[in-house]
């Protein structure tokens, strides 16, 4: 193998994104001045409330529809879920059982929705998620800017803002603040451990391991590799994408969930805007394509991802003595590593299409 042929490997290696996120994780934090142990609390942090959010991107690349950037409306979902319960104020393990159902509900409708859009644009899969995110978007808004005090009846004033109509920016979610990530929380040195989120997420990662080597998932990858292949097989294709995006919509749903209640409060008509965006970077951040994703590479981007994250502001802060650079950065990496996958993933396509095109 010559040169040509190992650079040419290594460019199409699923090893090359994850490895230059950990050359720039590592020169960043040299620069930075932060201690292993703050950065390392703080990946912890972002594991537990951003994991399932990034596992929930898998499913529909596995089913061949790309990057599901309509994880933003299970993360509204949530957000509704929430907003609902809060109003009539229904507090501790209680309150977050009612929100878990009915944020399971919610984004499940959402899903079957998501899902049958998404099979009437077969092949153009992440531009309509895109599209879907933003018109969501905008009816979320309609929601609890106008609905509530009009439509919707007023249970709790200290959400509403002083008008009457309409949900405030920030609302305080102290009766919810860590009701979990107290539970096994273990400490060694400076480091904490909330064991008992590290192992739902685990879990979530397991089942959805365990989900896609069942038959539910053999028909998933079959659709994932070929629709015409799968139909000819007797599978119902239609019906496997839609539930492929129901359980993504759900999974994002309760991720959201465990990312606020984790943060204890939240900016109502924000909270959810870039959920797609740090999902999908950090999967993608892990080796992942928009064609081949596997737990492996959500874990390991979620380190890689975050770490660079927290580190890049204060290394740009102590570089060029402005903080605002490392701000910038971080956003250049987010789109940087959804671009680079794509570019990718081109390339390797169409490697893939010569040697038949030949024939």
């Not at 001045?33 to 991107?57: C, E, K, P």
């Not at 009766?175 to 192992?199: A, H, Q, V």
């Not at 081949?292 to 003595?321: E, M």
Request: aromatic share 10%.
């Amino acid at each position: 193998m010559n040169k040509r042929e190992q650079a040419d490997k290594l460019f199409h290696s699923e090893r090359l994104v994850p490895i230059i996120f950990l050359l720039l994780s590592y020169l960043a934090w040299q620069f930075s001045g932060l201690s292993g142990a703050f950065v390392l609390n703080q990946v912890i942090t972002r594991f537990i409330r951003d994991g399932i959010l990034v596992l929930s991107l898998i499913i529909p690349i596995a089913a061949g529809m790309g990057l599901n950037f309509a994880v933003t409306v299970g993360a509204m979902c949530a957000q509704a879920a929430l907003l609902f319960v809060i109003n009539y104020q229904v507090n501790g393990i209680a309150g977050i059982l009612l929100v878990a159902l009915l944020c399971i509900t919610f984004s499940t409708l959402a899903g079957l929705v998501i899902g049958h859009i998404l099979n009437m644009v077969k092949g153009k899969e992440m531009i309509v998620t895109i599209i879907i995110g933003t018109l969501a978007n905008s009816l979320y808004q309609l929601v609890f800017l106008v609905g509530f005090g009009t439509i919707i009846p007023i249970g709790n004033e200290e959400i509403i803002l002083s008008r009457g109509i309409g949900v405030r920016n920030a609302v305080d979610l102290d009766m919810y603040r860590n009701t979990i990530d107290k539970l096994w929380l273990c400490k060694l040195g400076n480091i904490e451990i909330p064991l008992f989120m590290i192992l739902v997420v685990l879990l979530f990662a397991c089942l959805i391991y365990y989900l896609l080597n069942t038959r539910f998932g053999q028909k998933v990858k079959a659709v994932g590799n070929s629709n015409e292949k799968a139909e000819v097989s007797g599978i119902n294709v239609n019906m496997v994408r839609i539930m492929a995006m129901v359980l993504s919509t759900v999974l994002a749903a309760l991720g959201q969930l465990f990312f606020l209640q984790n943060i204890g409060m939240f900016d109502v008509y924000t909270a959810h805007m870039n959920a797609d965006l740090i999902s999908c970077a950090a999967l993608l951040a892990g080796g992942a394509s928009i064609k081949d994703a596997k737990i492996r590479h959500a874990i390991i981007g979620i380190f890689l991802f975050h770490t660079l994250f927290i580190v890049s502001p204060q290394a740009g802060q102590n570089l060029f003595h402005n903080a605002a650079l490392g701000e910038y950065f971080r956003s250049f990496v987010a789109y940087g590593t959804i671009a680079f996958a794509l570019i990718i993933n081109i390339k390797n396509e169409h490697k893939q299409q010569v040697p038949s095109n030949s024939i």
